[in-house]
């Protein structure tokens, strides 16, 4: 079968054929890594040091880069090139030559030495010219560190990039940036350990540590990065030597007098025992006296080693078991109480410092795999009445081993204070954790969530080691101050034809035109008159010809229109009729279904019943559907249920009104123990941090709430400086009036004072004028007979405009989702709130009926601000919550790639770092971040940012499994 070679490697071939002269059928290429692989053969083996020569002047003279990157495509740099020779249909070659590309001269040198003299001896000879890439690579060269890397990475088909960043202008704080680029997604365990090895061997000065990033060629995202420590050597051991690490102590001592003394160490309570021979005597002979007390006291007095306070100093000759010579120290610990006390002790009474130390020498037992990998680092983070312990290292530490020691020795310790431990193990150089576990070592009060540890992330953003991209824009034609230019002159053309069409009616006439004429001013006065006397009189014709029409009869539905009311005591017999959604299975990632065969029993549509009920209801209505709607589904709740509020209540926007399924979280909780728990999902379309202020503090009574609510929503409801229009309509409306009022009625004093201060803020406002022209419209109200009759007159009107234009209200009213006409069939939510949509969102399909906006353009981030009127909302929320002794749960539902382009993704950084902020301040708060959980599988979505049924399985049962978040055990 004929095998047909890209034009990349078509065009090497050939530069190799030209250059040594052997047929293309005898070159073989491979491109892997950094790495170039040249196979040369011929009938008989070609000679090595001739083609070399012949190949080493070519590369001179050409650009190796520009023939690789022929097509056009993006490849990794050529570090070194391998050249083989042998004969054909032989399998193995008979000669293999490493050439470094950063040395031709060099193995050019060699190469003509070789061809004067014998082959075997020019090797041995001349071997020493050509520098390895380590030498070059200690001193710190990005590109000879690349280099380095590559000799192990290419042979996984690994290419590699080098970069340097100082951190805060501080020489001694370099941070190395690794770019792994590849054509598939390397396991991190592979390589994660070998390159730390290779990294530390290097012993690099003024590096704190290594980042590598490793990316998919094509990909617009890094898969993973990685974290390695490069402290030296001699900080990591002085570290521990500093505790009283008695190995540790050895080694730093080794370290520093590698060249004069060799030592031993024990320690026998506290003292420590320092046994010295002569390195330069290779043990024969004791080393001196005054060398030894110098130097070792010098070494022990810098470290001071707490809890030792002397040691003693033994000079020994190696074949013999008696020593030559004893001396005596005293340490800083005899002489300064603090360094006295030992560290175990140190860690019982809660020193953070002390506690680290042990636990990462107990994590790490081997101090020399620790040197050279790095070993694995704890981070701890005490909250409340808990210790959470962060494990990271280049692998991900074992779960069980590490829980297993970390739950011994503080249950050992028994420090003051502490009932539970939560651990969690991640990659270095994660945020987030890949495995938690934890344990209580007594009984917690769980009334007040835990809150979660935000352990900072191991490394900056990773975009700039990347290849800059283009923000992608609507037109590339068209420039904004192209669309400025076009509104603008819209608008004037706009104003023109305005001004024609009044001019047209008779009733206007042009200013200049009236001014410029002789006795202009008074034909104006008299026009008026005139004008005003035919408007007055066709107004009062008018009134008369409406009120005669208000006094037709409204028309009515005939009875086969008028839907079937259930009896709203019996609502599930009601709704039995009703066709529940048919994939109401438990969902996968894969299928989407369950092969188990395990099913969610989702209760029937509820929309139905909760117009009904607030048909029905006597409160007046908050000009908010859904908001009506949600409220009267609720009371009908706990009507049923006695007056008793559910267990969980789920609250927010659109993004909670589909993200969170309260039957597919009872289920999962009660895997997870927690049984028989109700939720309820609260979600409005729009809501803001203020609506939800609204409900939780005004709406409902404090009897009618549960104590744990979950906020499903984003940074949008958040955004002070975009226009809150939805409760802007839900505070213009009768039912925030009343609800104001029986809030002040109930004694929230914090209520009264903010209607007092509004109250006498809208007196100053208004003025004489004002005053006047109520007074004039309810005169000329009680005059007019059509206005006395204004809802009947509406009510015909309406009628007769539905008759001809054929518009069934009911069916118009029912196909309006968020506000948009909803163009697949129209689904209700349920009775538990839900809205369960099976929509999956297709890039390539939406976008053919939607707009697709970037961030820049998008009205939820307009003006972003964290502050505000929403965050006095929030701020509310959490002093009401905390008084009731409520748990507040804030989950950042997830987001597709789609829509976070880099815009976006800047605002949402900003509000998980004032999210986190936000609950850290307060103790009854979890802030939650779920808003990358799964970008890549639109499947789960429904648009761009909202979750479909599926999404919102996946994200309940993830909410059902965090130990964070501090659900209610119903006894």
Same mark, same amino acid.
């Given at each position: 079968?004929?095998?047909?070679?890209?034009?990349?490697?078509?065009?090497?071939?050939?530069?190799?054929?030209q250059?040594?002269?052997i047929?293309?059928?005898?070159?073989?290429i491979?491109?892997?890594?950094?790495?170039?692989?040249?196979?040369?053969?011929?009938?008989?083996?070609?000679?090595?040091w001739?083609?070399?020569?012949?190949?080493?002047?070519? &590369?001179q003279?050409?650009?190796?880069e520009?023939l690789?990157?022929?097509?056009?495509?993006?490849?990794?740099s050529?570090y070194?090139?391998?050249?083989?020779?042998?004969?054909?249909?032989?399998?193995?070659?008979?000669w293999?030559?490493?050439v470094?590309?950063n040395?031709l001269d060099?193995?050019l040198?060699?190469?003509?030495?070789a061809?004067?003299?014998?082959?075997?001896?020019?090797?041995?000879?001349?071997?020493?010219?050509?520098?390895?890439n380590?030498?070059l690579?200690?001193?710190?060269?990005?590109?000879?560190?690349a !280099?380095?890397?590559s000799?192990t990475?290419?042979s996984?088909?690994?290419?590699?990039?080098?970069?340097?960043k100082?951190?805060?202008?501080?020489?001694n704080?370099?941070r190395?940036?690794?770019?792994?680029?590849?054509?598939?997604?390397?396991?991190?365990?592979?390589?994660?350990?070998?390159?730390?090895?290779k &990294?530390?061997?290097?012993?690099?000065?003024?590096?704190?540590?290594?980042?590598?990033v490793c990316?998919?060629?094509?990909?617009?995202?890094?898969?993973?990065?990685?974290?390695?420590?490069?402290?030296?050597?001699?900080v990591?051991?002085? @570290?521990?030597? !500093? *505790?009283?690490?008695?190995?540790?102590?050895?080694?730093y001592?080794?370290?520093?007098l590698?060249?004069?003394?060799?030592?031993?160490?024990?320690? /026998?309570?506290s003292?420590l025992?320092?046994f010295?021979?002569n390195?330069?005597?290779?043990?024969?002979? =004791?080393?001196?006296r005054?060398?030894?007390?110098?130097?070792?006291g010098?070494?022990?007095?810098?470290i001071?080693?707490q809890?030792i306070?002397a040691?003693t100093?033994?000079?020994?000759v190696?074949?013999?078991?008696?020593?030559? *010579?004893?001396?005596?120290?005293t340490?800083?610990?005899? #002489?300064?109480?603090?360094?006295?006390?030992?560290?175990i002790?140190?860690?019982?009474?809660?020193?953070e410092?002390?506690? %680290?130390f042990?636990?990462?020498?107990?994590?790490?037992s081997?101090?020399?795999?620790?040197?050279k990998?790095?070993?694995? !680092?704890?981070?701890?983070?005490?909250?409340?009445d808990?210790?959470?312990?962060m494990?990271?290292?280049?692998?991900?530490?074992? !779960?069980k081993?590490?829980?297993t020691?970390?739950?011994?020795l503080?249950?050992?310790l028994?420090?003051p204070?502490?009932?539970?431990?939560r651990?969690?193990?991640?990659?270095?150089g /994660?945020?987030?954790?890949?495995?938690h576990?934890?344990?209580?070592f007594?009984?917690?009060?769980?009334?007040?969530?835990?809150p979660?540890?935000?352990?900072?992330?191991?490394?900056?953003y990773?975009?700039? &080691?990347l290849?800059p991209?283009?923000?992608?824009?609507?037109?590339?034609?068209?420039?904004?101050?192209?669309v400025?230019?076009?509104?603008?002159q819209?608008?004037q053309?706009?104003?023109?034809?305005?001004r024609?069409?009044?001019?047209?009616t008779q009733?206007?006439?042009?200013?200049?035109d009236?001014?410029?004429?002789?006795?202009?001013?008074?034909?104006?006065?008299?026009?008026a008159?005139? *004008?005003?006397?035919?408007?007055?009189?066709?107004?009062?014709?008018?009134?008369?010809?409406l009120?005669k029409?208000?006094?037709?009869? %409204?028309?009515?539905?005939?009875?086969?229109?008028?839907?079937?009311?259930?009896?709203?005591n019996?609502v599930?017999?009601?709704?039995?009729?009703?066709?529940a959604?048919k994939?109401?299975?438990? $969902?996968?990632?894969s299928a989407?279904t369950?092969?188990t065969?395990?099913?969610?029993?989702?209760s029937?549509?509820?929309?139905?019943?909760?117009?009904?009920?607030?048909?029905?209801?006597?409160s007046?209505?908050f000009?908010?559907?859904?908001?009506?709607?949600?409220?009267?589904? #609720?009371?009908?709740?706990?009507?049923?249920?006695?007056?008793?509020?559910p267990?969980?209540?789920?609250?927010?926007?659109s993004r909670?009104?589909?993200g969170?399924?309260?039957? =597919?979280?009872?289920?999962?909780?009660?895997?997870?123990?927690?049984r028989?728990?109700?939720?309820?999902?609260?979600?409005?379309?729009g809501?803001?941090?203020?609506v939800?202020?609204?409900?939780?503090?005004?709406?409902l009574?404090p009897?009618?709430?549960?104590?744990l609510?979950?906020?499903?929503?984003?940074?949008?409801?958040?955004?002070?400086?975009?226009?809150?229009?939805?409760?802007?309509?839900?505070?213009?409306?009768?039912? #925030?009036?009343?609800?104001?009022?029986?809030?002040?009625?109930?004694?929230?004093?914090?209520?009264a +004072?903010e209607?007092?201060?509004?109250?006498?803020s809208?007196?100053?406002?208004?003025n004489?004028?004002?005053?006047?022209?109520?007074?004039? /419209?309810?005169k000329?109200?009680?005059?007019?007979?059509?206005? +006395?009759?204004?809802?009947?007159l509406k009510?015909?009107?309406?009628?007769?405009?539905?008759?001809?234009?054929g518009?069934?209200?009911?069916?118009?009213?029912?196909?309006q989702?968020?506000?948009?006409d909803?163009?697949e069939?129209?689904q209700?939510v349920?009775?538990?709130? $839900?809205?369960?949509?099976?929509?999956?969102?297709?890039?390539s399909?939406? #976008?053919?009926?939607?707009?697709k %906006?970037?961030?820049s353009y998008?009205?939820?981030?307009?003006?972003f601000?964290l502050g505000g009127?929403?965050?006095?909302?929030?701020?509310?929320?959490?002093? $009401?919550?905390?008084?009731q002794?409520?748990?507040?749960?804030?989950?950042?539902?997830?987001?597709?790639?789609?829509?976070?382009?880099?815009?976006?993704?800047?605002?949402?950084?900003?509000?998980?770092q004032?999210m986190?902020q936000t609950?850290?301040?307060?103790?009854h708060?979890?802030f939650?971040?779920?808003g990358l &959980?799964f970008p890549?599988?639109? @499947?789960?979505?429904?648009?761009?940012?909202?979750?479909?049924?599926?999404?919102a399985y996946e994200v309940s049962?993830?909410?059902?499994?965090d130990?964070?978040?501090?659900?209610?055990?119903?006894?």
């Amino acid at each position: 079968m004929k095998t047909v070679l890209p034009d990349r490697q078509k065009t090497i071939v050939q530069w190799v054929s030209q250059a040594t002269g052997i047929n293309t059928l005898g070159v073989k290429i491979r491109l892997q890594g950094n790495d170039l692989h040249i196979l040369c053969e011929a009938i008989e083996c070609p000679q090595r040091w001739q083609t070399l020569s012949d190949l080493l002047k070519a &590369l001179q003279q050409t650009d190796l880069e520009a023939l690789k990157n022929s097509d056009g495509s993006e490849q990794p740099s050529i570090y070194q090139v391998f050249v083989y020779g042998r004969k054909k249909a032989v399998k193995r070659p008979e000669w293999c030559h490493r050439v470094y590309l950063n040395q031709l001269d060099r193995h050019l040198e060699q190469v003509n030495v070789a061809l004067l003299l014998d082959a075997k001896r020019t090797q041995h000879t001349t071997g020493a010219i050509i520098v390895s890439n380590e030498s070059l690579a200690k001193k710190g060269d990005p590109e000879a560190i690349a !280099r380095y890397l590559s000799e192990t990475l290419s042979s996984l088909g690994i290419g590699v990039r080098v970069k340097v960043k100082n951190q805060d202008n501080n020489n001694n704080k370099n941070r190395l940036w690794i770019l792994c680029k590849s054509s598939y997604s390397p396991d991190p365990s592979i390589i994660a350990e070998p390159v730390a090895q290779k &990294l530390r061997h290097l012993k690099l000065a003024g590096y704190q540590d290594a980042v590598i990033v490793c990316h998919v060629q094509g990909e617009p995202k890094p898969d993973w990065m990685l974290r390695i420590d490069l402290t030296p050597t001699e900080v990591m051991l002085k @570290d521990w030597a !500093r *505790w009283g690490d008695v190995q540790a102590i050895a080694s730093y001592l080794n370290e520093k007098l590698a060249d004069k003394i060799k030592v031993t160490t024990s320690l /026998n309570e506290s003292t420590l025992h320092v046994f010295c021979t002569n390195v330069r005597s290779n043990g024969e002979t =004791a080393p001196r006296r005054g060398l030894c007390i110098k130097e070792v006291g010098a070494c022990l007095n810098d470290i001071a080693p707490q809890g030792i306070t002397a040691a003693t100093i033994y000079g020994q000759v190696s074949t013999d078991a008696e020593p030559a *010579w004893i001396d005596w120290l005293t340490l800083p610990a005899s #002489y300064h109480p603090a360094l006295s006390i030992p560290t175990i002790e140190l860690a019982s009474n809660g020193d953070e410092p002390a506690l %680290v130390f042990l636990l990462e020498r107990l994590l790490n037992s081997d101090l020399y795999w620790r040197l050279k990998t790095g070993g694995m !680092r704890v981070l701890l983070l005490r909250k409340g009445d808990l210790m959470h312990v962060m494990c990271d290292a280049a692998v991900s530490p074992d !779960r069980k081993q590490v829980t297993t020691q970390v739950v011994k020795l503080l249950r050992q310790l028994k420090m003051p204070g502490i009932l539970g431990v939560r651990v969690y193990g991640r990659r270095a150089g /994660n945020k987030e954790a890949s495995w938690h576990y934890g344990v209580d070592f007594a009984a917690r009060q769980r009334y007040v969530p835990e809150p979660a540890p935000e352990f900072a992330a191991t490394s900056s953003y990773v975009r700039e &080691l990347l290849p800059p991209t283009d923000e992608p824009v609507l037109r590339q034609d068209l420039t904004s101050d192209e669309v400025q230019t076009f509104v603008k002159q819209a608008v004037q053309n706009w104003g023109i034809s305005a001004r024609k069409l009044l001019l047209a009616t008779q009733l206007f006439k042009d200013k200049e035109d009236a001014n410029s004429a002789p006795n202009g001013r008074a034909k104006s006065n008299a026009s008026a008159l005139v *004008w005003a006397t035919v408007g007055l009189l066709l107004t009062l014709q008018t009134d008369w010809v409406l009120n005669k029409f208000s006094q037709q009869p %409204v028309p009515t539905l005939t009875t086969s229109q008028v839907p079937q009311t259930p009896n709203p005591n019996d609502v599930n017999a009601s709704f039995t009729a009703d066709t529940a959604p048919k994939e109401n299975q438990a $969902f996968n990632a894969s299928a989407f279904t369950q092969t188990t065969g395990s099913e969610i029993s989702r209760s029937p549509s509820g929309t139905a019943t909760a117009i009904l009920l607030a048909a029905r209801t006597q409160s007046p209505t908050f000009n908010a559907r859904q908001l009506d709607e949600q409220l009267a589904l #609720y009371r009908q709740r706990l009507q049923k249920n006695g007056g008793q509020p559910p267990d969980i209540l789920i609250i927010g926007s659109s993004r909670a009104l589909r993200g969170v399924d309260p039957v =597919a979280l009872s289920k999962a909780l009660a895997t997870q123990g927690y049984r028989n728990l109700d939720v309820f999902n609260f979600g409005i379309n729009g809501a803001t941090a203020q609506v939800v202020n609204f409900i939780l503090r005004k709406v409902l009574e404090p009897s009618e709430l549960p104590k744990l609510i979950i906020w499903a929503d984003g940074a949008r409801a958040f955004n002070s400086g975009r226009e809150d229009t939805t409760f802007r309509s839900i505070a213009a409306s009768p039912g #925030y009036k009343q609800a104001i009022e029986k809030s002040i009625a109930r004694g929230d004093t914090d209520t009264a +004072q903010e209607t007092k201060s509004k109250t006498k803020s809208n007196d100053q406002r208004k003025n004489s004028y004002q005053a006047a022209n109520d007074w004039l /419209n309810e005169k000329l109200g009680s005059l007019s007979g059509a206005y +006395q009759n204004r809802n009947q007159l509406k009510a015909v009107l309406g009628a007769k405009l539905d008759a001809l234009t054929g518009v069934d209200k009911n069916k118009a009213s029912s196909n309006q989702i968020n506000g948009k006409d909803a163009e697949e069939p129209v689904q209700s939510v349920d009775f538990d709130g $839900f809205l369960p949509l099976s929509i999956r969102f297709d890039p390539s399909v939406y #976008y053919q009926k939607h707009s697709k %906006v970037s961030g820049s353009y998008d009205n939820d981030y307009k003006g972003f601000l964290l502050g505000g009127d929403q965050d006095l909302a929030l701020q509310e929320i959490l002093k $009401f919550t905390q008084s009731q002794k409520i748990s507040l749960v804030f989950a950042n539902m997830p987001l597709t790639s789609e829509y976070l382009d880099p815009v976006r993704t800047q605002f949402e950084q900003l509000f998980q770092q004032y999210m986190i902020q936000t609950a850290s301040e307060r103790s009854h708060f979890v802030f939650r971040d779920l808003g990358l &959980l799964f970008p890549q599988k639109n @499947d789960f979505f429904s648009d761009p940012s909202h979750l479909n049924r599926y999404g919102a399985y996946e994200v309940s049962n993830k909410l059902a499994k965090d130990p964070m978040i501090p659900w209610i055990n119903k006894k």
